[in-house]
């Protein structure tokens, strides 16, 4: 039987749910809660009657029976905020109130290509309760392309202070970057990144003057709500960023612009410097390569000497140090204690910088204190609510620590956060991760192709594919992954493993079995 709703279908006989004539990737017990909601969508479902079904009476906790049914509501494009699909009856349970049409299932049509499994993130997004906006990077109209990292900066300080603010859902900065440099419709913009509202400009800097010119466009239409050119001396740069996120939210929801206000502060000529140091750094930074990490890492350790009381310099440098230890760009634990005495001083700078409680969120992580390291990751949520990579950060957190279902929900809503980000290669690593630990091994395989096509230097990527082909049994390919990492890292071992990668004690010894029938030693 094939039920259809909105955009969607759900084959019971083939177990695939499809959006279009694209297959949508879902872990089995989703598959199985959604099924049975959708059979049973004459009537509430209790929590009850889920265990029942779904988990063959077995005793499952809360948190896990609503992380299945939030996993769900992505998987259909719901939210619990929406409830357009899966609505909950308060001290009832859910139900399914989506119109449904019931149809037989037929034989697959062969085609010369096999279907595309996409992820949750690269359908559509559909657009959020809350106003939404992306904000395209600004031009760089100097005619010298040593300011680029100048107008990058101008951009991600105005995704910042409309990131602070609650009420709205403000794309991460990785993935409108994507459009960097290229002609954008913003109608399809819109689309691709799931918002109602684009922001464009561009940046023009001579000498000690600045140019700024924007204009706020309603992404559906293409018409311009808002347009101004701004003329200024360089030292009223963050006034002016003030200025230009003010105009835009006041343009979207000027009785919110009110109640929520926005903070201007006088800073110095000094703090200017500070700014464009670590601007020039996070331009590098966000390239995701091993080059342009140690640049970025090198520029921020002379911002951090020149400006010790400077916190965003301290928590990037953190940040970099941390990151590019996990990734393998420089040896694990490169600095790690001297990472951590950075992003404390910048908790006491600033405890409203995000990145500091992201970087302090690593240096747990790394040393495999889950819960910590989710607290941290939490606190910069709390400051930044449209804080993807934060949102992936405990995603992966858990995913280490083998809480599968729980790590899924928090990628799927960072993939939603910045679906176009190419960070989100390194959160297809910890799906892969929570697959392999919950013991779907094809599941994992497909997250880590996924990973390795899309990023092939990310040694986690090969190491994850290894682990999986080897459990599902395929031990060729296995050992055909094994000889690619190898060339990656020559001096692969079991001991390696458990000293560099921060599977906690339970799902490691999981790992290194998988690691082991793969060939490593």
Not at 102 to 116: F, H, W
Not at 138 to 161: K, L, R, V
Not at 182 to 205: C, F, I, N, T
Request: glycine letters at 6%; a negative charge; aromatic letters at 8%.
């Amino acid at each position: 039987m094939i039920y259809s709703f909105e955009d969607f279908s759900l084959d019971e006989d083939r177990r695939e749910l499809r959006c279009g004539s694209e297959l949508i990737a879902v872990e089995p017990q989703v598959f199985d809660l959604l099924h049975y909601l959708i059979r049973n969508r004459e009537r509430v479902v209790s929590k009850d009657d889920l265990i029942a079904t779904v988990w063959n009476g077995r005793i499952v906790s809360e948190s896990t029976l609503t992380s299945r049914i939030t996993a769900a509501r992505h998987a259909i494009g719901d939210s619990g905020e929406e409830q357009r699909l899966i609505r909950t009856v308060a001290r009832k349970g859910v139900r399914f109130i989506g119109e449904v049409r019931e149809g037989a299932s037929v034989p697959p049509v062969a085609t010369a290509e096999a279907p595309v499994v996409v992820t949750h993130g690269s359908l559509a997004p559909r657009l959020p309760e809350k106003p939404s906006i992306a904000v395209l990077p600004f031009t760089n109209m100097s005619g010298d392309p040593e300011q680029e990292y100048f107008s990058d900066g101008i951009t991600e300080d105005i995704i910042n202070a409309l990131s602070r603010l609650r009420w709205f859902f403000v794309i991460a900065r990785n993935s409108t970057f994507v459009y960097k440099g290229q002609p954008a419709d913003v109608r399809q913009v819109g689309r691709d990144l799931g918002v109602r509202y684009v922001l464009e400009g561009s940046v023009r800097k001579s000498g000690q003057r600045v140019r700024i010119t924007s204009q706020l466009l309603d992404a559906t239409t293409s018409n311009q709500i808002w347009s101004e050119r701004y003329d200024r001396e360089l030292t009223d740069i963050f006034a002016l960023q003030d200025e230009i996120t003010a105009s835009v939210t006041s343009a979207i929801e000027p009785k919110l612009l009110a109640a929520e206000g926005l903070r201007s502060e006088a800073r110095s000529t000094e703090d200017l410097d500070a700014w464009d140091m670590v601007a020039r750094a996070v331009s590098l930074f966000w390239k995701l390569t091993a080059a342009d990490s140690a640049n970025a890492i090198v520029i921020l350790r002379q911002a951090v000497e020149r400006h010790p009381d400077y916190a965003p310099a301290h928590s990037m440098l953190a940040f970099a140090l941390l990151a590019s230890g996990y990734v393998g760009w420089i040896p694990p634990g490169t600095e790690r204690d001297f990472a951590a005495r950075l992003a404390r001083r910048a908790a006491e700078l600033d405890d409203s910088d995000p990145w500091a409680h992201m970087a302090l969120g690593y240096f747990e992580f790394t040393g495999r204190h889950t819960d910590e390291a989710v607290r941290h990751f939490k606190a910069a949520l709390d400051l930044n609510p449209n804080f993807a990579a934060a949102e992936g950060s405990i995603g992966f957190a858990l995913a280490l620590d083998g809480r599968s279902e729980e790590a899924i929900v928090h990628f799927d809503q960072a993939i939603r956060m910045s679906p176009r980000d190419p960070f989100n290669s390194f959160f297809f690593v910890g799906i892969a991760a929570a697959h392999y630990l919950a013991g779907h091994y094809t599941e994992a395989i497909k997250w880590a192709r996924q990973a390795v096509q899309l990023r092939p230097g990310y040694m986690g990527a090969h190491r994850i594919l290894c682990a999986s082909l080897a459990q599902s049994d395929q031990i060729e390919e296995a050992r055909a992954a094994l000889k690619t990492l190898r060339e990656l890292l020559p001096n692969i071992s079991i001991a390696a493993i458990r000293e560099g990668v921060p599977y906690t004690a339970r799902p490691m010894e999981h790992f290194i079995e998988g690691m082991r029938k793969a060939g490593v030693e």
